[in-house]
């Protein structure tokens, strides 16, 4: 299984971005995926998550600001973000058939820096 994000960048506070993570693997609508982050110094935390029914949960400090989503027919899910702040400032990697919180496959990780 192959990932590839896309979408990073840097942004202002209050801005959005929307990040991508196209997978290659069969099977890609039976899983659970999901987006971690990691700040500098900071541990990696799971942002989102979405089962293969479409239910989601997030971590409470992006609860109302995020959305996360999935399209099986492109075997590509997403990371809507709104309000960002500079503490969402990190790497954010996708995370393909999250299983007890750990993913079997990653991606490559794409900076998200959200600065005036």
């Known amino acids: 299984v192959q990932l590839v994000e896309s979408g990073g960048g840097l942004v202002q506070p209050g801005g959005s971005l929307r990040l991508s993570c196209a997978a290659s693997g069969r099977l890609f609508s039976l899983y659970v995926m999901g987006w971690y982050r990691q700040a500098p110094g900071k541990q990696r935390e799971l942002v989102a998550s979405?089962?293969?029914?479409?239910?989601?949960n997030y971590e409470d400090s992006v609860k109302g600001r995020f959305t996360i989503s999935r399209d099986n027919t492109k075997k590509t899910f997403y990371l809507q973000m709104n309000s960002l702040k500079p503490e969402d400032t990190a790497v954010y990697s996708c995370g393909y058939n999250i299983v007890s919180g750990s993913p079997a496959y990653w991606g490559q990780g794409t900076q998200v820096t959200v600065s005036s």
């Open positions: 979405i089962t293969s029914i479409g239910s989601t």
